[in-house]
């Protein structure tokens, strides 16, 4: 289980209305979240297997290597701490047990935001300053502190916390953004383009329609997109061999940056395009090839969370028809 993709299902279930569905996994969320600090990921027994590859087979269409474990669970990846405290807020209602292993995560992150981490994309390499972690540990650092100050608790060193999110804010914007490039950018010191970018507005980094989020909408889709809307990740090494195909949570958080930038036209539009690439059954993969093959894993729980997301920003921005569009085949 990534903490990631648990924090962001917590995300569409409260926003969705299952409270109690959403209080249940938070709580075996948390439970599997104790410890001085996060790995990104964890087996359903409470340990992970290492990583290998299964030379003997070919995988779906060839798709070689087949592998199982994963070695991203030795890596550190620090928006594992934003996204976790993201769905504490939303959700609000903690135990006292709780709150006190969400604080010592703060406090982690007020110590390390500094530190280089391996970003979110499990790029297989050394630790780097990647935008999108120090964004998340923006986050991290500001839901601690709208906890602890609605919780009232005395103990919770939130002058610390306030400076550390202040900080972090502050270099991002100074070190982040290329004004050259004209975008944000996947690490300090790189011209690369990231697709997980497109999360700044989407957790109150900034606004929506600040110019230079526009901006980096525009370059993302002329520099990533093999497709209307099909986003890469990145086009940066990443250790791994291959090359992948559009990856469609990014296309449909484009849709949601779209939409808090003030094009809800054209978010509109691709969010209409993404749906057909849904398959039968109305699931959809991980990525996508340029000629609509489906490519990763299949069903994609990351996709389907995004898109759940970009319909229900587009409906709270008016746009009634996308969601009934969506809901109208099933919610998939």
Not at 171 to 196: C, H, I, K, N, Q
Not at 222 to 251: K, M, Q, V
Not at 276 to 305: C, K, R, V
Request: charge should be negative; hydrophobic fraction near 40%.
């Amino acid at each position: 289980m990534w903490h990631r993709d648990a924090a962001l299902l917590l995300l569409a279930l409260f926003r969705l209305g299952h409270a109690e569905e959403g209080r249940r996994y938070l709580h075996f969320l948390l439970s599997v979240c104790t410890g001085d600090l996060l790995t990104p990921l964890i087996g359903i027994r409470g340990d992970t297997d290492e990583e290998r590859e299964l030379p003997h087979l070919a995988g779906y269409a060839g798709s070689r290597p087949v592998r199982i474990g994963n070695e991203a669970a030795e890596q550190v990846q620090f928006d594992t701490y934003g996204h976790i405290l993201d769905a504490a807020l939303v959700y609000h209602e903690l135990t006292g047990e709780q709150w006190a292993l969400l604080r010592k995560h703060v406090d982690v992150m007020a110590d390390r935001w500094h530190e280089p981490d391996h970003g979110v994309w499990e790029v297989r390499g050394p630790r780097r300053h990647y935008v999108n972690a120090k964004v998340m540990t923006w986050v991290c650092l500001d839901r601690g502190i709208r906890l602890a100050e609605s919780l009232g608790d005395p103990t919770a060193d939130i002058g610390r916390w306030r400076a550390a999110r202040d900080a972090v804010h502050a270099e991002v914007l100074d070190r982040g953004f290329d004004p050259e490039v004209g975008s944000f950018v996947m690490r300090y010191g790189s011209t690369e383009l990231d697709a997980s970018l497109l999360r700044i507005p989407l957790v109150g980094f900034l606004p929506g329609d600040d110019p230079r989020m526009r901006s980096t909408i525009d370059r993302l889709r002329e520099e990533l997109e093999i497709g209307p809307g099909l986003l890469r990740r990145y086009r940066a090494d990443d250790g791994l061999p291959g090359e992948e195909g559009a990856f469609l949570l990014c296309s449909f958080e484009l849709v949601s940056a779209l939409v808090l930038a003030g094009r809800r036209d054209e978010a509109s539009k691709l969010f209409d395009q993404l749906r057909q690439y849904a398959g039968p059954l109305g699931l959809y993969s991980e990525q996508l090839a340029a000629d609509g093959t489906a490519l990763g894993n299949y069903p994609q729980a990351f996709t389907h969370l995004a898109l759940i997301e970009a319909a229900l920003n587009l409906d709270g921005a008016g746009d009634r028809e996308a969601l009934h569009a969506w809901a109208a085949r099933g919610g998939s």
